[in-house]
């Protein structure tokens, strides 16, 4: 908003890897309606459980293992997939203590980290040694792809919108059974991802949207919403002279504490 010198209302489209957020829980998958004085949560992904918390910044397939939990309860640990059998046993049956205790396994709405559980699901990344890196590649495994196919998605009708990861994760464990191209999953996954974008945007009913965060990095994601969006009749906003991810919180701080000042 501060970059373009947009005014409220708008909808922001908020899509990182980890931030805290003020009901306690890891922050990561927004959708915020801004006004002149303040923002609300409209929406957001649906959480999952991260076992080992900040381990799974740095290891996808604890990301995976949350999201297989999410679904399945004690019997994701049964199940034939990549991101299980990148750890031992004795691991495996930790986690599972864990996530039944519900001890160092915070919740979470982050894209980033549904993002890596996707990667590591098919079997791209279960270890990074940097932010992004199975996002990354994920990203790159859609090169010379072009389809309009999307795994499906689901809002719940709560306030603030859940938006249900369930549709698609489930569509993309199909696909992995059927040993269907790296390169097509993805691009589904990444599809579902704008689909739920516009479909949000059509339940907020605000015409401007704000599309921001590291995920927005991802030049796939980023310029298929913006068409979409498009499409839906809505006005797209981004990121193009100041960073999407982390450089940009200090701006906002900057008019956020202006904003209050002026209030004064």
Not at 64 to 91: H, K, R, T, W
Not at 98 to 125: C, K, M, Y
Not at 181 to 192: D, G, I, L, Q
Not at 213 to 219: I, K, L, S, W, Y
Request: hydrophobic letters at 45%.
């Amino acid at each position: 908003m501060a970059e373009h010198r947009v005014r409220a209302p708008v909808l922001g489209v908020s899509w990182d890897g980890t931030g805290y957020g003020i009901d306690g829980t890891v922050w990561g998958g927004e959708f915020l309606t801004v006004d002149a004085k303040a923002f609300t949560r409209a929406a957001h992904w649906r959480t999952f459980r991260l076992p080992g918390g900040e381990a799974a910044v740095r290891e996808p397939r604890r990301s995976a293992v949350g999201l297989l939990y999410a679904l399945y309860g004690e019997a994701a640990f049964q199940e034939a997939l990549p991101p299980l059998s990148a750890f031992s046993p004795g691991d495996l049956r930790v986690l599972s203590r864990l996530l039944a205790a519900g001890l160092n396994v915070p919740e979470t709405s982050s894209a980033g980290r549904l993002f890596d559980a996707a990667a590591s699901l098919i079997g791209l990344r279960q270890r990074a040694t940097y932010e992004g890196q199975a996002a990354m590649e994920l990203e790159f495994a859609l090169e010379g792809i072009e389809t309009d196919e999307y795994y499906p998605i689901m809002l719940q009708d709560t306030s603030p919108v859940v938006v249900d990861w369930e549709p698609l994760i489930r569509g993309l464990l199909a696909d992995i059974q059927r040993a269907a191209p790296v390169a097509w999953m993805s691009a589904r996954f990444h599809n579902a991802l704008v689909e739920a974008t516009a479909a949000v945007a059509q339940r907020v009913g605000l015409n401007q949207v704000i599309l921001t965060g590291g995920c927005f990095q991802n030049r796939y994601l980023l310029e298929r919403t913006i068409r979409r969006l498009r499409q839906a009749g809505f006005r797209p906003w981004w990121p193009q002279h100041f960073p999407p991810n982390d450089g940009s919180i200090s701006l906002g701080q900057l008019v956020a504490a202006a904003r209050e000042r002026n209030k004064e």
